[in-house]
């Protein structure tokens, strides 16, 4: 028996794909004791993390030192006062010490947040006075967190540093080295607060999404059944700690299913440098978004670079077919993608075994009942655009879906109601159940009568050599409603201008309908994005507002 199937019960069909997943949670469960210690007494030299950075530096981590430095951070924080449900938010880059002193407030009971490291003063105090926060790790290593931390007024915060010393601040080194390696379980209730996580959301102020201890036993089926982990391989997932992405590929699915992970600490994204990492450390599974795809196959893929790769996936945003298409054709890997949120785990997916449909995000995975509904409550016909929900079981309970919006208990009662989930997003399902995204609710473009998926629009831009990154919005018309408005990032070698927006509204037209043809365009050094890279759209519509 696997290590992680004690926590859960699957079933699958004659080929080997799963059918059925179902979530046995220890009523006292913590991912710091009943697996990191667990897999450290199991097998204590175990690797768990392959750790290095843009300056070649290197550090290897087992089960037995992180058991041992996340005890040694627990007591750390025992020492500063945080215990049991207080809020520490955790501004820590890639950074290694990210993942001991996170395991510690699991331990401790205490609600980890993670953000990135790039916040600015306003949003630090946001966060800080949202949900009462009691202590802030930064990080010293290039990084503004210390400077922007120093900028906000927040009496009684206790101030934290990693990687340096500054008047004022816990020097964490320094403090987890003389703790003590013991740390007495601390008992915890699985349905307790364990996670809290700031949506990068596309509009509004962001809102903070809580999970519970149950939500790490979910992303086993993350690890498993979509990313394909292995044992005796090495995990690749793209994402800044401060994402929940990280929580999906850094963290909890992996180490459930004893997979090591690899973490590749860059200040800079660059295409070239990340594919000599998963060449240089044969890399065998590997997940990004939507972005770093297009970056590799627009600027060429290094040869090799994914010769150790065994399976790609992608989620975060909806991946063109394009570009599946030619990462296909340049790595022989078929790129799986799949669907959740800030608020979920795995929802939709292109699991393991699987049939492949290009465009298709996959089936809903057997974690959820998912459905897609029209605006009045009932189930749309297959192929018919509705919203994709979640229809929780008939006691309303669901593993795999968050506890509620800290603070917002009208926000949360919001996106319940009907007693379903409402993801806000658009989709369509046909009759074998296989899912294609099409936008957020307030994304889609009236024009002329007709309804229009931004996706559809820009996954058809994206065939054009000349388009690196775009982005499709409505600008309000008196008399179309809304004209169509491509924003895009251009290619190395191309130029904006009239000929190329004719030349690209001739290439819509011979590949779509023609009621989805952009009458205009505007060319951008680079897209307004989210903390986790989603393109904002309603940064540029707000922006076409102003003019």
Same mark, same amino acid.
């Given at each position: ?15 080997? /794909?799963?059918? %059925? ?13 009943? #697996? #990191? ?17 843009? @300056?070649?530096?290197?550090? &290897? ?12 951070? *627990? ?27 996170? /395991? ?6 205490? !609600? ?18 949202? +949900? ?53 379980? !601390?008992?915890?209730?699985? %349905? ?16 903070? +999404? ?18 394909? +982990? ?6 690749? %997932? ?22 090591? &992970?690899? #973490? ?44 150790? !790769? ?41 699991? +393991? ?61 919001? /996106?319940?109601?009907?007693? /379903? ?10 009759? @074998? ?5 099409? %936008?957020?609710?307030?994304?889609? &473009? ?11 629009? @820009? ?65 951008? *050094? ?22």
């Amino acid at each position: 028996m696997e290590f992680y199937q004690q926590f859960v019960k699957e079933a699958y069909d004659e080929n080997g /794909v799963l059918t %059925s997943f179902s979530i046995q949670c220890p009523a006292h469960f913590n991912f710091g004791y009943d #697996v #990191v210690d667990a897999l450290a007494q199991k097998n204590p030299e175990k690797v768990c993390m392959v750790w290095c950075d843009q @300056e070649d530096r290197e550090r &290897i981590f087992t089960f037995g030192e992180m058991a041992k430095l996340s005890n040694q951070a *627990a007591n750390m924080f025992r020492q500063l006062g945080i215990g049991k449900g207080d809020r520490v938010m955790l501004m820590l880059k890639r950074n290694y010490e990210y993942w001991y002193l996170i /395991v510690a407030l699991h331990k401790l009971g205490a !609600v980890a947040i993670p953000a990135t490291h790039t916040l600015m003063a306003a949003d630090i105090d946001y966060r800080v006075k949202a +949900v009462d926060v009691k202590a802030v790790i930064v990080t010293a290593d290039n990084s503004e967190g210390p400077n922007e931390l120093d900028k906000c007024d927040l009496p009684g915060v206790q101030k934290m540093l990693i990687r340096g010393q500054r008047p004022g601040y816990v020097d964490v080194n320094a403090a987890i080295e003389t703790a003590s390696e013991e740390f007495e379980r !601390v008992e915890t209730l699985a %349905s307790e607060p364990m996670l809290l996580y700031f949506t990068s959301g596309t509009t509004g102020e962001p809102k903070a +999404v809580m999970h519970d201890h149950s939500y790490a036993l979910c992303h086993i089926l993350t690890a498993k059944h979509w990313q394909n +982990v292995r044992k005796d391989g090495l995990h690749l %997932s793209v994402s800044d700690t401060g994402w929940g992405k990280a929580a999906w590929g850094k963290l909890y699915g992996q180490w459930l299913c004893e997979a090591p &992970i690899m #973490v590749y600490d860059y200040d800079q994204f660059d295409p070239r440098a990340l594919m000599d990492i998963i060449q240089k450390y044969k890399v065998t599974t590997f997940c990004a978004p939507p972005t770093i795809y297009r970056f590799f196959v627009k600027r060429g893929i290094t040869p090799g670079a994914f010769d150790s !790769v065994k399976d790609a996936v992608t989620a975060g945003e909806a991946m063109n077919p394009e570009v599946a298409r030619l990462f296909e054709s340049q790595t022989g890997l078929k790129l799986r993608e799949g669907f959740g949120q800030t608020e979920s785990t795995l929802m939709i997916a292109d699991l +393991v075994g699987q049939p492949h449909h290009l465009g298709s995000m996959g089936k809903a995975t057997p974690l959820y009942h998912i459905e897609i509904h029209r605006e009045d409550g009932t189930v749309a016909a297959p192929g018919e655009t509705g919203e994709i929900v979640v229809v929780p079981a008939a006691d309303g309970s669901h593993y795999g879906v968050f506890m509620g919006y800290c603070g917002d208990d009208a926000a949360y009662a919001s /996106v319940w109601e009907g007693g /379903v989930y409402h993801t806000r997003d658009l989709a369509t399902m046909d009759e @074998e159940g296989f899912i294609r995204y099409v %936008s957020r609710t307030d994304d889609v &473009i009236k024009s002329c009568g007709f309804r229009v998926s931004p996706f559809e629009v @820009e996954s058809v831009l994206m065939q054009h050599p000349a388009v690196l990154e775009c982005a499709v919005t409505g600008v309000p018309d008196l008399g179309r409603g809304y004209r169509i408005k491509a924003t895009i990032v251009l290619t190395e070698g191309y130029k904006g201008g009239g000929a190329l927006s004719r030349e690209l509204q001739q290439f819509v037209l011979n590949n779509t309908a023609s009621y989805k043809c952009p009458k205009i365009f505007e060319y951008v *050094a680079e897209m307004p994005k989210t903390i986790s890279g989603k393109i904002r759209r309603v940064a540029i519509r707000e922006k076409d507002g102003q003019k």
